[in-house]
Each structure stands twice: as structure tokens, then as C-alpha cells.
């Protein structure tokens, strides 16, 4: 069956669940479920004795892997009548959420980004699955002690503007937005069930001011030293100025990228939607994940263009097969660019000065 769900656990299958929620996304760096059934007394109810919390586990949506991790709870409630019996559980990279980094020495020099990352996966059976270039060789790197994997890696690749988060093997991935494009896009008036969009734009501003200091030379002291750039945000009407002190070595085109990702970033936040449709799949059969681009067309909240799904929530209950996605422009899931290298003039994924991301 298309629709149906599947948990497999020691080497058994259990179906049949009444309530299902899985949920994926680039703002989590470990996908998590929730599963729960009911029976009459007694049918079943040794359920509790099949699954236990730390057994490995997979989820299929039909035939579909959409996890692979471990079982984290198997809470029971009942009455008179019924038992119900859930499971929940999160992808295999959540011992790298809440571990420690225990690697030793815990220090690499001339490594690669991925060789760093693969290396503190390790002591947790965690593979690495490398998208996109990670930038050169990384000169020396450290852990910091009590840090998690993950605060670790988020260190390490935040200096390269690179996203961690996971995928349906439980593996680690390290990626960049928009690796995908969506099948099917979300119209008013056709696929879209409802919507939830905050609209909230207390943290976007007019004008983004960023300033640093740079290594002069004889020749051109003022020129290096003083370092300023800004980017604007012509939807915000009235004045409002965010200033931010560049730290490192700055020089005019790392300015640059960082106020137009505050720019980006905060204009994207604050448009976040989420959207529901019916099903799971998209027209094509493929299911909705999450760092895909999908086509928008929305009047009533104004997003009309090419959006990013950040999260997909695959759930099922009385209203039957739902999918919620929750979409934003890009720039609302760019990290923040590295501004202790220098950088070149390239062409960017973050919005120019002065463009308006809304379509009211």
C-alpha cells in the first residue's frame, strides 16, 4: 500500500498504526517519529515486550525509508477498555545531538572538512555523506571539551557556510540549500489544505550596516583599514538600521556578503509558511522532502515564486494522510557566510541590495 506505515524493529514489522507523525527538516540535525495504536484488552498488548527503548529501527512510508535510527520511548496509557501503545524515536544521528565529542588527541591539521566531520562521527557508528564541495584544506582545528558532536561540526563547518542535518539512512550529511527541485507546486485554490504563515517582521530592517577593520598597506592605509558595506531591505518601509562589527580581517566583499545575508536571512525568516496538503507524495509518486525548491503561488499570504521546503511533517490520523511543509525563501536557511577569508566578487545565492523577497 502506498499510504501504508511500516516499522521494522529486531527483525520484525509492526503495522496497523492509527497515529503517525515524521518529521524531517535542515533546522533539525536528527529526524524524529511518533507512531501509536490502540487495542481492546488484552488483544496485542504484549507489544510492549516486542519493542523496547534503544532498539535500531527503520520507518517506511510504502516502500519508501524515511528513518533509520532508534527507538528513544514506548509510552503506554490505558483504561477499562483499551490500551494504547506508542513508539517514538529519532534518527541514528541523534547521538551525535547528545553526545559528547570524546575523539583524541581531538585536534586535525590539513585536514579536509569531511575527513573532520567522519572522524567525529566514528566512536558513534555514524557514517558521513558528503553533497558539495567543503571548501579547502581546514589548517587546524580543535574540540572544544564538553562540546557535543554536533556543536563540534557546526563549529568546524560554519566557517564554511555549509548545512548539517541527516537523511533516511541515519546518516550525517553535509550539504548546501536547494539540492533538489519539487515535481509538484503549491497553488491556492488546488493542492493547498490550509496555511499558517506568522508574518512576523520585528526583526527585519531597512538597512544593514556592516563595518570592519582590514590590514593596510603604505600605500593605501584609509582604503584598507576602514571596511563598510550595506545592504537594504526595500519592503521595510520605515527607517530601521541594523549595524553589525565585522570581526577578523575584513575586507570590503566579506562585508558585503555578510549584510546581504542578514538581509536574506531575516527577511526569509519572516515570511516561514506552512503549508498542508493531502498525501504524502507529490504528483509524480515521489514524497515531499525537505531542501527541496518548489513552485509557490500564494496571493493571500503574497508568496508567489520559487520557495525552499525547510521541513516536511509525513503524518496520519482522523483527517487520514497529511503533509505539512514548511517553506521559505533560501535565504532563510543560508549560514552565515565566512568572513575571516578573503573572498572574490562571484555571484551569490543571497539577495542583492535592495530586493524585495515578498509580493504583497
Known amino acids: 500500500m502506498e499510504d501504508?506505515?511500516?516499522l521494522?524493529?529486531?527483525?520484525?514489522?509492526?503495522?496497523?498504526?492509527?497515529?503517525v507523525s515524521v518529521t524531517a527538516g535542515l533546522d533539525r540535525q536528527a529526524r524524529d517519529f511518533e507512531l501509536d495504536i490502540t487495542f481492546r484488552w488484552p488483544d496485542r498488548a504484549a507489544i510492549r515486550d516486542m519493542i523496547r527503548p534503544g532498539d535500531s529501527c527503520q520507518i517506511l512510508l510504502g516502500r519508501d525509508l524515511v528513518l533509520t535510527g532508534y527507538v528513544d520511548a514506548t509510552p503506554i496509557r490505558y483504561d477499562a477498555g483499551q490500551i494504547s501503545v506508542g513508539v517514538s524515536g529519532r534518527s541514528a544521528t541523534a547521538d551525535l545531538v547528545d553526545c559528547a565529542a570524546i575523539n583524541e588527541p581531538g585536534q586535525w591539521n590539513a585536514r579536509r572538512v569531511e575527513d573532520i566531520v567522519t572522524d567525529l562521527a566514528a566512536p558513534y557508528g555514524v557514517h558521513v555523506c558528503t553533497e558539495v564541495n567543503t571548501g579547502p584544506i581546514v589548517e587546524t582545528y580543535q574540540i572544544d571539551?564538553?562540546?557535543?558532536?554536533?556543536?563540534?561540526?557546526d563549529r568546524l563547518i560554519g566557517m564554511r557556510a555549509l548545512l548539517s542535518t541527516d537523511d533516511a539512512n541515519g546518516r550525517l550529511v553535509l550539504t548546501g540549500t536547494g539540492r533538489m527541485r519539487a515535481i509538484t507546486p503549491l497553488i491556492l485554490g488546488q493542492n493547498i489544505l490550509s496555511a499558517d504563515a506568522p508574518l512576523n517582521w520585528k526583526d527585519r530592517y531597512s538597512l544593514y550596516l556592516v563595518k570592519g577593520q582590514g590590514i593596510g598597506d603604505d600605500s593605501s592605509v584609509h582604503a584598507a583599514l576602514s571596511v563598510r558595506a550595506e545592504a537594504h531591505d526595500a519592503a521595510v518601509r520605515r527607517r530601521r538600521v541594523l549595524f553589525r562589527k565585522q570581526s577578523g580581517?575584513?575586507?570590503?566583499?566579506?562585508?558585503?556578503?555578510?549584510?546581504?545575508?542578514?538581509?536574506?536571512?531575516?527577511?526569509?525568516?519572516?515570511?516561514?509558511?506552512?503549508?498542508?496538503?493531502?498525501?504524502?507524495?507529490?504528483?509524480?509518486?515521489?514524497?515531499?522532502?525537505?531542501?527541496?525548491?518548489?513552485?509557490?503561488?500564494d496571493p493571500v499570504i503574497g508568496l508567489s515564486g520559487e520557495m525552499l521546503i525547510g521541513e516536511v511533517t509525513y503524518s496520519l490520523g482522523d483527517t487520514g494522510c497529511l503533509c505539512h511543509l514548511t517553506v521559505a525563501p533560501t535565504g532563510a536557511?543560508?549560514?552565515?557566510?565566512?568572513?575571516?577569508?578573503?573572498?572574490?566578487?562571484?555571484?551569490?545565492?543571497?539577495?542583492?541590495?535592495?530586493?524585495?523577497?515578498?509580493?504583497f
Open 333 to 359: 536557511w543560508e549560514l552565515k557566510p565566512e568572513t575571516t577569508q578573503k573572498r572574490g566578487d562571484g555571484p551569490s545565492a543571497l539577495t542583492r541590495p535592495g530586493e524585495t523577497l515578498l509580493n
Open 145 to 153: 571539551q564538553g562540546e557535543t558532536v554536533f556543536e563540534s561540526v
Open 249 to 297: 580581517d575584513a575586507d570590503r566583499s566579506s562585508a558585503r556578503l555578510e549584510a546581504r545575508w542578514e538581509a536574506a536571512s531575516r527577511a526569509g525568516q519572516s515570511v516561514k509558511t506552512r503549508y498542508t496538503v493531502q498525501g504524502w507524495r507529490q504528483a509524480d509518486g515521489s514524497l515531499w522532502v525537505p531542501n527541496a525548491v518548489v513552485m509557490v503561488e
Open 4 to 6: 501504508s506505515v511500516l
Open 8 to 19: 521494522k524493529v529486531n527483525g520484525r514489522e509492526f503495522g496497523g498504526w492509527k497515529r
